[in-house]
Every structure is written in C-alpha cells, then in structure tokens.
C-alpha cells in the first residue's frame, strides 16, 4: 500500500445522497428495576446527539479530510435545525430539501456502553421530496468527482434508478449503500456494499466461498452492477468482480459497538476511489477503517491518523509513513478536542535525534492521547543556537519526528519560542524537558489559566544534541 495517498485525501470530492437522520443519545447508570413493568430504570445523566445515516456517510468522508457534500429531505423541526447545525460545525456542504414531515430521528438509551432500547421517528418521504431532490442532483453533479448512495430505505431514494442513471450519465463513479431486497433497482451502479444479511435477502447464497461468488456474480449480472464489496462481520470482506474474488480478514479488535461501521466502510471506499485507488486498496484501507470503528461506541469516525496507526508497522518496513498535510493539522486537533482526547504539547529544536528524545516523547504521549509537537524551524534554530544549526533541515526532522509512534502531529513555527502556537492549540498538558522551573516556561501561564497541566519531565543523561555533535567532532573517523 502506498501510504501517499492519505495525504492527498483532500483532492477528493464527494457527494452523499441519502436517508439524512440524526441520531440521539441518552446515557445514564441502571441501578434498580422498575417496580411498574421488569425493565431497568435508566438515571440519565449525559445526552448528546450525532449526524447519522447518510448524514453519518458524510461525516465520515470529511473526517478523512476530503471534500463532502450531503443532499438529502430533512424536516421543518428543531431536529432538522440541529442537523444543519452539526453539517456547518463539520465543513460538510449542506443541500437539504426542507418539507413538512418530521426529521428522521432515532433515540439511543445506554447503561454501561450497552444500548438498552432505541426509538425510531420517522415518516415516509412524499414523491414531491424526492422530485426536487433530482433536479437539485442534476446541479451538483459538476462539482464532484463521486456519488454516494446511501439508501436506509426511508424513502428519500424511493426513485433511486433515476438518480442513478442521472450520474451515470453525467460521468460520475456510483456507489450505494443498499437497503432494498431488490438490488436490480440499483442498475448501472458502478459498486454496491451490502452486508451478508442484506446480499442474503436479496438471494445471495453464503453455503461456501464458491458460492458467495458464484451467486454474487449472478446478482451483478442480473441487475447490471458493476462490482461489490460484501462485508462479512467476523470473516472480513470480499470485493467481488465478474472474473475476481478477494478477501479481506477481518481485523480483530475488542468490538464495542457496530453502529454506523457500514458507513465508515463505503465513507473510506469512496475516498480511495476518488482518488483512483484500485478496488482493493481501497478495501484494503476499509477493512482498517471498520476495524477501528468497531471499538467505539456509538456511530462514529476514523481519521487518517487512526488508519496510519493501523498499518503502521507494514509501512515503517516499506519506509514509509503518513504526515499530516500541513494546512489541516490545526483542524485534525480540533476534531481530536472535540472528540474528548486528551492533547500534550511539548516543543524543540529536535536537530539529532538520540535515546533521550524518545524516552521523552514517550513519557509525555503517556499524560494524554495525543502528543503534538512545536518545532523550531531553520531560521529558529539559527537565531537560538548560531549559524552552524540544524545539523538536519526542518524537513528531515519532521519526516523522522512524525515517523515515531508516539507523536500525533508536527508542527513548524518560526518565532523563537512556540507562544503564539500554544495560544492557537490551548493544550491540556504542556511539557517540558530538563531543570525548567515552571514559571520559566513559556506558555505555561495560558495553560494554567484555562485549567490545563504543566509537566516537567527529567532527560536522560549525557543525551544531548549537543554533546552528540562533540562527539562526532571529536571522532570524525
């Protein structure tokens, strides 16, 4: 796999059409048993509500740093209102059809990270909705690369064959997300995604591998699609062609929650093929993706910080890694921020790379769950340490810096300390290394003000960048 492409995951346009619905969550502890009814009473402590459905496909795919547009029927009601709030906070372009019936909404109770019962809101969409949502299709389509269909069957995609032959005509690759036994109505689909229920009920037959292909074969055939990706729980994935079948294990991982994952898959699917990747690099990169989701709760996201840290010690032995594009690095620790992670910063010339920077590093990733770096550019490290430095250009440290498992993000600055940086990130743990006194650190003041840590941690002995040259000077040979 050629972990380049992460970085170019923001060339990619593209648009979701589909179910829009929001997701609703209630959290709370279960400590006795109704004495009305045997079922637990739930103390609700937390709520919270989240973009799901197509709208969970969209977040997603900007997630993965690409461009994303979401077209869809929402309803004249404060759901609705909420859920176009949540698009604007996420930087997803927002085409939404209002009409008189409620938003599609789904309510969640959890006790312990278990879903104790969900509620379901919703009333089928009128044709007159989905007459306006083709016309507005025809005016989007120029301005993305990819369709994605995503059809929960709750009659926003009622007229889905329309749709479809309106991108196909306008030359746009087309995926779907089905939710209708009858998969012919997604003729002219250039790949489907269903899960084994779905490819079952649709008259897949799963007895062995000969026959999920053969079967699945006779499915594209009949209703003139292209190609599919089946995903299979615990057995993994399969992208399955007109003359090939390859599969995809699973990645076993302590599974908190499934919700959402189908979208994670066809959100990552979508990425990698706007961008050209072939069917099972791109499967390949999905099958991370689920894997990851799977261990959180609730419908959520993969970043692509996340799918490098999965594939992390195959691309270290291929030299290879992935580094954050400089322009959304401010933005990838503003989604970790609002994701409830924990964010360290520390900051250095880091010119030689020796023992002691590790053990430093490592020590300050384990205040947090995620470290970033200020790092002093050239002209810095000039101004600070003479003419003779950096031994190593910005560009080298940062490919050696990001390369290590304990770093997150990098980070340049030119100024000679890393102030105005902290005042952008508001860190809540700043470290630092050797005898600093914290009143001495710069930063650390706006830290502690707006309730974050101050970390001093100890360098290793006689490992210094410094005493690494000497040494080097003293023994050319």
């Known amino acids: 796999m050629d972990i380049s492409v992460f970085n170019r995951f923001n060339h990619a346009r593209i648009l979701v059409v589909g179910d829009i619905m929001l997701d609703h969550y209630m959290l709370g502890d279960a400590q006795r048993i109704s004495p009305e009814a045997p079922v637990p009473i739930i103390k609700v402590n937390h709520q919270d509500s989240k973009l799901g459905g197509a709208a969970n496909v969209a977040r997603n795919i900007r997630y993965l740093d690409a461009h994303v547009g979401l077209l869809g029927v929402i309803g004249n009601d404060d759901n609705g209102t909420r859920v176009t709030q949540q698009l604007a906070e996420e930087g997803i372009a927002a085409h939404l059809i209002p009409c008189n019936k409620p938003t599609i909404t789904k309510l969640r109770v959890i006790s312990r990270n278990q879903q104790v019962v969900r509620l379901d809101f919703e009333t089928p969409f009128e044709h007159s909705d989905t007459k306006t949502l083709q016309q507005q299709l025809e005016t989007l389509l120029p301005h993305y690369d990819l369709v994605v269909f995503s059809d929960y069957n709750k009659g926003t995609l009622q007229h889905v064959s329309q749709l ?66 089946l995903t299979r729980s615990e057995q993994g994935m399969s992208v399955i062609t007109p003359n090939d079948k390859t599969d995809f294990p699973a990645k076993v991982r302590e599974v908190s929650d499934v919700t959402g994952a189908g979208d994670t898959v066809i959100a990552t699917m979508a990425v990698m093929l706007a961008l050209g990747q072939s069917d099972e690099t791109a499967a390949e990169v999905a099958n991370l993706a689920a894997g990851i989701v799977v261990t959180k709760l609730g419908a959520e996201v993969v970043t692509p910080e996340e799918l490098a840290g999965a594939v992390n010690e195959q691309l270290l032995h291929q030299g290879q890694h992935y580094q954050c594009p400089e322009d959304q690095v401010l933005r990838h620790i503003a989604l970790a921020r609002r994701a409830g992670e924990k964010l360290v910063f520390t900051n250095g010339c880091f010119d030689i790379l020796h023992a002691g920077h590790i053990s430093y590093l490592e020590k300050a990733k384990s205040l947090g769950q995620r470290l970033i770096i200020g790092l002093n550019s050239d002209a810095s490290i000039r101004r600070l340490k003479g003419p003779s430095r950096p031994i190593n250009t910005l560009e080298h440290r940062m490919t050696l810096l990001t390369a290590l498992k304990a770093v997150d993000w990098v980070i340049p600055f030119n100024e000679d300390t890393p102030l105005n940086l902290i005042h952008a990130i508001k860190p809540d743990v700043l470290v630092k290394g050797g005898d600093y006194r914290i009143e001495t650190i710069v930063g650390a003041d706006e830290v502690l003000q707006h309730g974050g840590d101050v970390t001093i941690i100890d360098f290793i002995n006689d490992c210094s960048t410094t005493k690494t040259i000497e040494k080097i000077r003293n023994n050319p040979s």
């Open 164 to 229: 479809i032959a309106c991108a196909k005509k306008a030359g746009k690759t087309v995926l779907i997300d089905p939710k209708q036994l009858d998969f012919s109505l997604y003729s002219g689909a250039d790949l489907i995604t269903p899960n084994l229920s779905e490819f079952l009920l649709a008259g897949g037959d799963n007895a062995n591998e000969y026959t999920i292909a053969s079967s699945a074969r006779a499915l594209l055939k009949q209703c003139n699609i292209d190609r599919m990706l």
